[in-house]
């Protein structure tokens, strides 16, 4: 029996894997799916599904997932890249690592990165290529070094309350993540020389890709929303952000109410402007 179970729980998750590496089904649709598959064959209990909505891990994630795109919304991230990468290249780039990975500490590693980007993308200091890789691993080793800077740590602790152990601390990591992360980052900061510098595309070549649009004074588009509108039924463009009083709002909800003097970003097949 003990045989059996094992066997159907390996084809199980090999199954969702496979479909999973496919990409045609979303992976929430796939997740939530396979888990009401799961209790409706008696694989697992109710019980065991509702609990995992509690766990204490995934609570955390979601909180620190809001801290970050609250960040992300605000103008705080642009104002600090302008101040970190001002100067000669190295020094920036030790700011950049030192501040992505303190933020890493405290809040969730994906989500640091995901806010930066945009903002390494868009300033004019340092060529991006030359940032992303310190980035990506400086949130990497921030998030090694307290119990919330990954997911993982998270997991661990929950699998250890569940387990009756004693919880993990805040900073039972630190003791080892930390002089871990400032060796690697000393052997980063030394290597980026070698990181190519491929400098950003023109503001002309960029803007082939995107088409923007300005709701003027009068327009029958402004109290509406993007549903109202039928802006998500546009053949060949998609409406991507709108960027209102220098404020980016990205990604759009459905229910977003157009203003007046707000400038809609779309991509997709820009020769389709007629469609507008």
């Not at 894997?17 to 064959?41: K, M, N």
């Not at 060529?127 to 998030?143: D, T």
């Amino acid at each position: 029996m003990v045989i059996y179970d094992s066997i159907l729980g390996i084809s199980i998750h090999r199954a969702l894997l496979a479909l999973l590496i496919q990409g045609r089904v979303s992976a929430a649709v796939l997740f939530t799916s396979w888990a009401v598959g799961l209790v409706l064959l008696r694989v697992t209990g109710q019980q065991a599904l509702l609990s995992s909505f509690s766990n204490s891990a995934l609570v955390t994630l979601i909180v620190l997932m809001l801290v970050s795109l609250v960040l992300e919304r605000s103008p705080l991230l642009d104002h600090l890249s302008n101040t970190l990468l001002k100067g000669r290249e190295s020094m920036a780039s030790l700011q950049l690592m030192g501040v992505t990975s303190f933020l890493s500490a405290f809040l969730n590693n994906t989500a640091v990165v995901g806010s930066l980007l945009g903002v390494m993308a868009r300033q004019r200091h340092i060529p991006a290529s030359r940032l992303l890789i310190p980035l990506s691993y400086a949130s990497i080793l921030g998030g090694i070094t307290t119990l919330v800077g990954t997911s993982t740590n998270l997991v661990i602790n929950s699998f250890v309350i569940n387990a009756g152990l004693t919880p993990l601390g805040m900073f039972s990591f630190t003791l080892v993540g930390l002089p871990v992360a400032l060796i690697c980052m000393g052997a980063l900061l030394f290597s980026t020389r070698w990181l190519p510098r491929h400098q950003a595309l023109d503001k002309d070549a960029a803007q082939s890709y995107f088409l923007e649009a300005q709701v003027m004074a009068h327009s029958p588009l402004i109290g509406q929303s993007r549903e109202e509108n039928q802006l998500r039924n546009l053949n060949g463009l998609f409406l991507l952000e709108i960027v209102r009083h220098d404020r980016l709002l990205s990604p759009v909800s459905p229910d977003e109410v157009l203003e007046q003097g707000d400038v809609l970003v779309f991509t997709g097949e820009v020769e389709k402007v007629q469609t507008l």
